[in-house]
C-alpha cells in the first residue's frame, strides 16, 4: 500500500468519504423497509347504486342522435326517440348542452345510411359545442 505524504505543516485536502457512506448506508436501509409497505396493483371502487331516483334520472340523461335511413330519400333525425328536423338540429343540440356540465353524445347511424350523413351529424354536434362524440354501432351477432 502506497500512502502519500504532505508537506510538512500542509493542510490535507482529500475529502473523507466515510461520513458520505454511513449515510448512505442509513438510506438504503430505511428504502428497502419503506418498500414492501407499499400497496400493490390499482384500487377499484365499484359503482354505487344512486340513494334517490332523482339522481337515477339525472345519470340517465344520455343523448343519442340516430340516423334513420328512408329508401331514396334524406335520412330522418331523431334525438332520443324524438323526431327532428335536419334543419333543427342544431338549435335542439344546441338548448339541451347549454347547461350541461358533461357534453357527451353519441350517434347511431343505419346500416345503409351514408356516413356522410352521420359526419354532417357529427359537424353539427361540435358546432353546438358538444366535446366528446361516440358512435355506436349494432352487437355483433354470436355464430356468424
Do not use: C, W
Not at 442509513?26 to 419503506?34: A, D, E, K, S, W
Amino acid at each position: 500500500m502506497a500512502m502519500s505524504m504532505g508537506s510538512a505543516g500542509g493542510n490535507m485536502s482529500e475529502i473523507n468519504v466515510t461520513p458520505m457512506i454511513d449515510i448512505l448506508l442509513v438510506l438504503l436501509i430505511i428504502f428497502m423497509v419503506i418498500v414492501p409497505t407499499v400497496p400493490h396493483g390499482l384500487e377499484a371502487l365499484v359503482p354505487q347504486p344512486p340513494k334517490n331516483p332523482q339522481q337515477q334520472q339525472q345519470q340517465d340523461r344520455t343523448i343519442v342522435v340516430q340516423v334513420l335511413y328512408r329508401g331514396g330519400q334524406a335520412p330522418a333525425y331523431k334525438i332520443n326517440e324524438t323526431d327532428v328536423a335536419h334543419g333543427e338540429l342544431l338549435a335542439r343540440l344546441t338548448e339541451i348542452y347549454a347547461n350541461r356540465a358533461e357534453r357527451v353524445m353519441f350517434v347511431k347511424g343505419d346500416d345503409n345510411v351514408n356516413f356522410a350523413s352521420i359526419a354532417d351529424v357529427i359537424d353539427i354536434a361540435k358546432s353546438a359545442n358538444v366535446d366528446h362524440i361516440g358512435l355506436m354501432t349494432p352487437k355483433i351477432q354470436q355464430g356468424q
